[in-house]
């Protein structure tokens, strides 16, 4: 079933039911859990090519997180049934959604770990060693400070004050279209977790 999403339209809730498994055709897609103060934690980012919502396929449980477009955003929707019957007669397609399972447990480990073990300072310098294409991230027209202090859970006055620190130690440059790594090493050294 294909669905089209404009900015900020919510795709699913977190504790509603789950209609199947999703795959982002073209746009972006936030996975978000939210705190009952309204705090915003990102727990993924989903691009073209990419899919989200697979572990309620398995399970009879609501969805973990909500979904939100970021930009014009063209999904497909597998129902449920469908799924699950493609995942018992056709192999490849099982073994794609394994990986996918294996990768977003990973991440959700990977944040754990940020969340608990490294200072904001760590996770922002980790978070764009990831993120570097050729040394240089590239910021999306929806990423403002903001949408990186929730991916950081951090405040943004806070990431702005690490965002600051990196530079003025002339670790990266910053303007308003991307962020360059200027200093790899450094870098990775900022990222390591706090000791």
């Known amino acids: 079933i294909r669905r089209v999403y404009e900015p900020g339209a919510i ?20 996975a978000v859990s939210m705190s009952a103060e309204g705090r915003e934690q990102i727990l993924h980012f989903l691009k073209a090519g990419e899919v989200f919502g697979g572990m309620t396929v398995f399970v009879s449980q609501p ?8 930009e014009p955003t ?9 799924v ?26 990977a944040l754990v770990a940020d969340l608990s073990l490294r200072s904001v300072t760590a996770r922002l310098a980790r978070q764009l060693m990831e993120n570097a294409v050729d040394d240089v991230v590239q910021r999306q027209r929806w990423a403002t400070q903001a949408e990186m202090a929730a991916r950081l859970g951090a405040a943004p006055d806070v990431v702005n004050r690490a965002l600051r ?7 990266i440059e910053l303007s308003r279209q991307q962020i360059r790594i200027l200093d790899r090493v450094g870098l990775a050294d900022k990222a390591l977790p706090d000791r």
Do not use: C, H
Not at 63 to 70: G, W
Not at 74 to 82: A, S, T
Not at 87 to 107: C, H, K, S, W
């Open 63 to 70: 969805m973990p997180a909500t979904a939100i477009a970021l």
């Open 74 to 82: 063209e999904l497909w929707q597998l129902p449920r049934n469908v």
């Open 165 to 171: 620190s990196l530079s003025d130690a002339g670790l």
């Open 11 to 30: 795709i699913f809730l977190e504790g509603d039911d789950s209609p199947g498994l999703y795959y982002v055709q073209s746009g972006w897609v936030k």
């Open 84 to 109: 699950r019957q493609a995942l018992l007669t056709e192999p490849q397609f099982a073994l794609r959604v394994i990986e996918y399972m294996g990768e977003r447990i990973n991440d959700l480990v």
